[in-house]
């Protein structure tokens, strides 16, 4: 489609059965999740945007239709990496090939920052990742107001945490809480 004109410029008829979770589209390629939650399976998918035709696909562990809150997922490419969770696992992908470079068993919200995941879980554990490796590098327990998955997001210093009626920040060099603000109506 042209963007300023909204013109159709090429069609394809698409392999996949369902829709896409999860988008990203770099250096000419566009990478993402189809789930198939009848059949309990999902894949990392990554497409040729000059011909439409596969790179490649691969298979992802979880247990995809437990994983009700999982509705949106960000996948991140980074020094020719994606990065995502997948609801069971945080992976990190070689955007190239399609090749597991690591995995962890993950249940929890992730952001990436720098060479750093950052992911909390609904039980207020904080930990950060070596983006390369996927080592842990630390962990530490914080304030959370209900066992909902909050979310995340990330400036240079600060990761933000919103869970149900509470926004949270925290300072990554310090490991340290700096502030909480609880919104009511």
Not at 11 to 35: A, C, H, N, Q
Not at 61 to 89: Q, V
Not at 152 to 159: D, I, K, P, R, W
């Amino acid at each position: 489609m042209d963007l300023e004109t909204g013109k159709i410029k090429k069609t394809w008829r698409s392999e996949f059965r369902v829709l896409p979770r999860g988008l990203e589209i770099s250096d000419g390629k566009m990478y993402f999740i189809e789930i198939r939650e009848n059949e309990g399976k999902g894949y990392l998918n990554c497409v040729d945007l000059d011909t439409f035709s596969l790179k490649w696909k691969i298979n992802l562990e979880g247990c995809w239709w437990e994983y009700s809150w999982l509705r949106c997922i960000i996948l991140i490419k980074h020094n020719e990496r994606i990065y995502f969770n997948s609801g069971a696992y945080f992976y990190s992908i070689e955007a190239g090939t399609g090749r597991t470079v690591w995995k962890r068993k993950i249940e929890s919200s992730s952001v990436l920052n720098k060479e750093t995941v950052y992911c909390c879980n609904n039980m207020g554990l904080l930990f950060a990742l070596d983006a390369a490796t996927g080592i842990e590098l630390w962990r530490i327990h914080i304030t959370l107001q209900s066992y909902n998955l909050p979310s995340l997001v990330s400036s240079e210093q600060v990761l933000f945490i919103a869970e149900n009626k509470v926004l949270l920040a925290f300072d990554f060099a310090r490991r340290k809480e700096l502030w909480w603000f609880s919104i009511q109506r």
